[in-house]
T-cell receptor
Framework: GAVVSQHPSWVICKSGTSVKIECRSL??????MFWYRQFPKQSLMLMAT?????????EQGVEKDKFLINHASLTLSTLTVTSAHPEDSSFYIC?????????????FGQGTRLTVV | DAKTTQPTSMDCAEGRAANLPCNHS???????VYWYRQIHSQGPQYIIH???NNETNEMASLIITEDRKSSTLILPHATLRDTAVYYC?????????FGTGTRLQVFP
């Protein structure tokens, strides 16, 4: 089946530094990917829609200068958390849909746990 | 996208059927009903989806009422590995908005 992979699985960084998270669709091309954030004991919150070759679309309340999204190819989207602070510590998850065979399900990466110290 | 309402938590004995309800009374005609689940500290996993007909796959069955205002996900023989948070999502686009879901605890 279709696979979406995230890297790294977990990262610890110092406050004020930037962290890049990669999301790859391994066996299909994804013109659109989605980035979510999940705090402990809460649901997934959609942050932005990543569009290949164009600017990302951010959900209300999500700072686009804080969370930089780049979707330079049909198999890779990256999320960069700039000038990270402890409140940015969270579980970040990406997803993509395969257009193959009329399937309609979204595939999710395994998530990246970010801890800012 | 239509809002969904699910019970916060449910228990189910191992080997029994787990029936998870979802209300989506404001669903529109072109919105699909999707079910995903999330096992602790992992990304969500697709289970099943439907528009108006009942659906079945190797994981579960989806029963959608005739007026489409509610649905039920059925796991026919729950196992301990089915313990997870189950999300019912209604959407007509690629974008999936997650609600709070139902925490299903399967016990021995």
């Amino acid at each position: 089946g279709a696979v979406v992979s995230q890297h790294p699985s977990w990262v610890i960084c110092k406050s004020g530094t930037s962290v890049k998270i990669e999301c790859r669709s391994l066996d299909f091309q994804a013109t659109t990917m989605f980035w979510y954030r999940q705090f402990p004991k809460q649901s997934l919150m959609l942050m932005a829609t990543s569009n290949e070759g164009s600017k990302a679309t951010y959900e209300q309340g999500v700072e686009k200068d804080k969370f930089l999204i780049n979707h330079a190819s049909l198999t890779l989207s990256t999320l960069t958390v700039t000038s990270a602070h402890p409140e940015d510590s969270s579980f970040y998850i990406c997803s993509a849909r395969t257009p193959d065979r009329g399937r309609n399900e979204a595939f999710f990466g395994q998530g990246t746990r970010l801890t800012v110290v | 996208d239509a809002k969904t309402t699910q019970p916060t938590s449910m228990d189910c004995a191992e080997g029994r059927a787990a029936n998870l309800p979802c209300n989506h009374s404001t669903i529109s005609g072109n919105e699909y009903v999707y079910w995903y689940r999330q096992i602790h500290s992992q990304g969500p996993q697709y289970i099943i989806h439907g528009l108006k007909n009942n659906e079945t796959n190797e994981m579960a069955s989806l029963i959608i009422t005739e007026d489409r205002k509610s649905s039920t996900l059925i796991l026919p023989h729950a196992t301990l590995r089915d313990t997870a948070v189950y999300y019912c999502i209604v959407s007509k686009t690629d974008k999936l908005i997650f609600g709070t879901g139902t925490r299903l605890q399967v016990f021995p």
